[in-house]
């Protein structure tokens, strides 16, 4: 884990106005810079970068945050990816946490493996280009297949020589451990214990990861001393490194451009990437011949909701790749197919068509999956009515795993009347799918509860005894027996890539867990009520403004002390047993209480650096401002800014917001009270009328307080 103090080095170091001007043009206005946003195509620019604030925001699109934000968004990063990337650009050196002896050894597995296949790859280029055997076989191959100078740079291609061991013997010369190059796969033993090169005679095509590290290879045969060969390609096993279910290849030159097209196109093999990248399309990645995972398809999702898959002229390679597809469904995205002219693939096809006439014959021939799977099997089932059930279970069962429940609407009216088929009974048949799916997905999550029951009662069965707590935090907000707490769930986890070994990166120090909170207002759907307003000022306030002074209080020996913003909105909610309704405002106030104390405390700078995104996305937006008074109107006319009136804004805001919140609670405890199976259950019926009153009663001391009179319900 990167230590504290390395991150405060690398946010002073990096200015946002230079790291956005290496990838946006930006020209000033006023004292904010403005250009067109990276993240989405537009001709008016949108995109504000503030230096004064350290914040860049799209105002069409809604992107953006701090120097770290920009970085993970555009290049597709983890929050420590992206600290590392702006140290590499300012000169600062990283320092991690003390590793565990295991952790140091896993980790200095990795980075050995990795430095093992850096100069694999560097070796093969070296021969590809400067070698005679290189530059006859391998460079005379790739310029046959068409492909340029640059290109071939570009996605490192290289070349292995026929002598069988040149690799080895090279790396063992260099200094580099037999056991390292064994496990990269770059090696293996024969049965007298030599060292055999696994890609001899080959041109090379590096696989690289999502942050651009070479973590395998794939070799493709060539000369006649290779002729006799079985395979066409041969591919490194999995390794400590490589799993190649997590491995889309392409997908690094690729990242920038899918999220600028909003599409990703899937292809087969290495050469179709490359010869479409030489064509002028980038957005493309390739399985390698494998049959798509979840983890390559959450990859792709990371990036785009939309995927067309390309296949050769024949179409028969869709059929052992439906299964594949239907993944793609079921994570929620929309995929098209376009079948290329026969006798064409992706790669003969960008070799005879430039980016523009690629794109079009895609726009005009691509087709939804769910249209082309009933084509296709259609014309294989003819007539044949058990071919066409069969066909028809298949094309439900695609339907099935489709998430949203208007998409599935609209393919089973199509469907409906392509098949002939009553869309009552594609309804059905498709309902029992999904229930059935449902049942199977419930099934394996008790089977992994009892497992994981069984693992820790054995556990504990071993473990010696220790007394349980007997004292929980509980909130001070009465509960209403029998409905259920809500519980507050942990803050979201950020997802590594597969490259980066978890143990290097824990997640932060953990936050004493929020106080269990219940309410009859629902969880969802409240951002367009007054007091959810109310709140998000609040929590504004406190991001903003969390550590300045907002009044003094006298303690009881008479002496004055000032009160932070946080510790206002704080004891101001406890005064009255109210919280804060949304579950990341209650996280947000909970941890600046924790750190309100701590020397230096800056609360904007504290929640916009977290390395939670979710918390630090929240912090950017709120105190994101699209317009700034410009230096001249500044001078002009003496403006009062919120920070000089805090005194007067910050419980103004907090008497608004007790206000709104209790009475959208009594609201809904009188909708409550209407329900037929509270009015014939005598005891929550007294409950929730006690509740009511308790509330009734707290709110008229608010309006004491305030010094309004107000309405009160009654």
Avoid at 228 to 247: A, D, F, G, L, T
Avoid at 564 to 574: A, R
């Amino acid at each position: 884990m990167i230590d504290q103090a390395t991150i405060d080095r690398i946010m002073d170091a990096a200015q946002i106005v230079d790291v956005v001007s290496e990838f946006v043009t930006l020209r000033r206005r006023g004292v904010n810079y403005v250009g067109l946003c990276p993240f989405h195509n537009e001709k008016t620019p949108s995109f504000s970068v503030s230096p004064s604030k350290g914040l860049c925001k799209c105002f069409s699109c809604g992107k953006g945050g701090n120097v770290v934000h920009f970085i993970m968004e555009h290049e597709q990063l983890n929050y420590y990816e992206a600290l590392k990337w702006l140290a590499r650009k300012y000169n600062i050196e990283v320092k991690e946490r003390e590793l565990s002896e295991e952790e140091k050894q896993a980790h200095s597995l990795r980075e050995s493996l990795f430095v093992v296949n850096q100069f694999a790859n560097q070796y093969f280029q070296e021969v590809l280009y400067h070698q005679l055997e290189g530059q006859r076989i391998g460079m005379t191959y790739l310029r046959g297949r068409g492909f340029r100078d640059d290109i071939i740079k570009k996605f490192q291609l290289g070349y292995s020589t026929d002598n069988r061991d040149a690799l080895a013997r090279t790396a063992l010369q260099k200094g580099y451990q037999e056991d390292y190059l064994v496990k990269t796969g770059l090696c293996y033993r024969k049965e007298d214990g030599t060292l055999r090169d696994r890609f001899w005679g080959r041109v090379i095509f590096p696989v690289h990861t999502l942050s651009g590290k070479v973590v395998a290879f794939g070799g493709r045969v060539l000369n006649a001393a290779t002729k006799n060969v079985q395979m066409k390609y041969v591919n490194s096993p999995e390794s400590e490194i490589y799993h190649k279910s997590r491995e889309l290849y392409g997908i690094y030159f690729a990242k920038q451009a899918i999220v600028r097209q909003d599409r990703c196109f899937l292809v087969e093999g290495y050469t179709d990437v490359i010869s479409m990248h030489q064509s002028g399309i980038e957005n493309v990645v390739a399985s390698s011949g494998t049959a798509l995972t979840p983890e390559q398809i959450r990859m792709i999702h990371r990036f785009t909701n939309n995927v067309t898959v390309l296949y050769d002229g024949d179409g028969a390679g869709i059929k052992a790749s439906i299964r594949g597809i239907d993944m793609l469904l079921e994570e929620g995205m929309n995929v098209k197919v376009c079948l290329l002219p026969d006798g064409d693939d992706p790669d003969s096809f960008a070799r005879k068509h430039n980016a523009t006439d690629y794109q079009a014959y895609i726009n005009e021939h691509e087709v939804d999956f769910i249209r082309f799977k009933s084509q296709l099997l259609l014309e294989e089932a003819g007539k044949d009515p058990i071919k066409r059930a069969a066909l028809i279970s298949s094309i439900v069962k695609s339907i099935s795993v489709i998430p949203d429940a208007i998409v599935r609407s609209v393919y089973i009216r199509e469907c409906s009347q392509s098949l002939q088929m009553e869309e009552k009974v594609l309804m059905e048949a498709t309902a029992r799918l999904i229930e059935q799916a449902r049942e199977n997905r419930y099934k394996e999550m008790q089977r992994r509860k009892n497992q994981e029951q069984r693992t820790a009662q054995a556990a504990s069965a071993l473990a010696p005894e220790t007394p349980a707590p007997t004292d929980f935090p509980t909130s001070d907000i009465p509960a209403v027996p029998p409905l259920p707490e809500t519980p507050v769930p942990p803050m979201p986890n950020e997802v590594l890539p597969p490259d980066v070994p978890p143990a290097a990166f824990p997640p932060p120090p953990a936050v004493p867990a929020e106080a269990d909170y219940s309410s009859f207002i629902p969880q969802e759907g409240n951002e367009e009520k007054v007091f959810y307003a109310k709140e998000e000022e609040l929590v504004r306030m406190i991001i903003r403004y969390g550590e300045k002074m907002v009044c003094y209080i006298e303690t009881g020996e008479g002496e004055q002390m000032p009160l932070t913003v946080i510790q206002f909105i704080s004891e101001g909610l406890k005064e009255d047993d109210l919280q804060f309704h949304n579950v990341l405002h209650r996280h947000i106030l909970k941890e600046a209480e924790c750190h309100v104390s701590d020397p230096n405390f800056v609360a904007e700078r504290y929640f916009v650096n977290h390395p939670d995104p979710t918390v630090s996305t929240m912090a950017a937006e709120l105190v994101s401002d699209r317009y700034q008074l410009s230096k001249y109107h500044s001078k002009a006319q003496k403006i009062v800014t919120d920070e000089e009136r805090l005194y007067e804004l910050v419980p103004r805001l907090l008497i608004d917001f007790k206000m709104a919140i209790v009475d959208e609670e009594l609201k809904h405890i009188l909708q409550a009270l209407n329900n037929p199976s509270v009015a014939n259950d005598p005891q929550r019926c007294m409950d929730m009328m006690q509740r009511y009153k308790d509330l009734h009663d707290t709110q008229r001391l608010m309006a004491q307080r305030a010094g309004d009179r107000v309405v009160l319900k009654v």
